[in-house]
């Protein structure tokens, strides 16, 4: 089956910092990977997404993300914290076995930005 | 655009009540579905629809149905409510299937006594 996983429940940085959020993925075939944020009391918004071409995928507020098949990876990444990038973070795959199609979600990772 | 609307925000149901949570959008996309967000689990997909018409099963189906007779419209109903239902739901969107960015809505946080 397909599966993602968040290894770390929180990650915690000072602002100014380097920040990495981790994913990895199982997949048959070639992935297509997201990233999604969620806001305190608000719904999910896209960051970026994965499909193909370039490893480093550049997305929304200053976010990128490396895909790495040899490790089937896809941490997110960011050259500077800020303090509003506090969030929920969730990688997603794509499901397309058994006749679905449909995004399978990790279980969340929580940042914490401190000033 | 409004985007992805759902209705109501919040809501109590007492055990074996049903409710109707509503979820439209004005983007005129084609694949719509339903998540539940519960604490250490992330979202858990529900039920989905990829047209007018079409529905089908996600990950955790059972004590929910769905329908789809528009585009815009994709209602979530619950049969006879449980405390396990209870949970915050999540409607999205997206032009085609999942290759496509989903747009969530607010959410609606349930709650079953």
């Known amino acids: 089956a397909q599966s993602v996983a968040q290894p770390e429940d929180q990650v915690n940085v000072a602002e100014g910092n380097p920040l990495t959020v981790k994913c990895t993925y199982s997949?048959?075939?070639?992935?297509?990977l997201f990233w999604y944020v969620q806001y305190p009391n608000r719904g999910l918004q896209f960051l970026l997404k994965y499909i193909t071409g370039d490893n480093l995928v550049k997305g929304s507020y200053g976010f990128e993300a490396e895909f790495n098949k040899s490790q089937t990876s896809f941490h997110l990444k960011k050259p500077s914290a800020l303090v509003s990038d506090s969030a929920l973070y969730f990688c997603a795959v794509r499901d397309r076995s058994y006749n679905t199609d449909k995004l399978i979600f990790g279980t969340g990772t929580r940042l914490q930005v401190f000033p | 655009n409004a985007g992805v609307t759902q209705t109501p925000k919040f809501q109590v149901l007492k055990t074996g009540q049903s409710m109707t949570l509503q979820c439209a959008q004005d983007m005129n996309h084609e694949y719509m579905s339903w998540y539940r967000q519960d604490p250490g689990m992330g979202l858990r997909l529900i039920h989905y629809s990829v047209g007018a018409g079409i529905t089908d099963q996600g990950e955790v189906p059972n004590g929910y149905n769905v329908s789809r007779s528009t585009t815009e419209d994709f209602p979530l109903r619950l049969l006879s409510a449980a405390p396990s239902q209870t949970s915050v739901y999540f409607c999205?969107?997206?032009?085609?299937?999942?290759?496509?960015?989903?747009?969530f809505g607010p959410g609606t946080r349930l709650t079953v006594t």
């Open positions: 999205a969107s997206s032009l085609a299937r999942v290759g496509y960015e989903q747009y």
């Open positions: 997949v048959s075939g070639n992935p297509y």
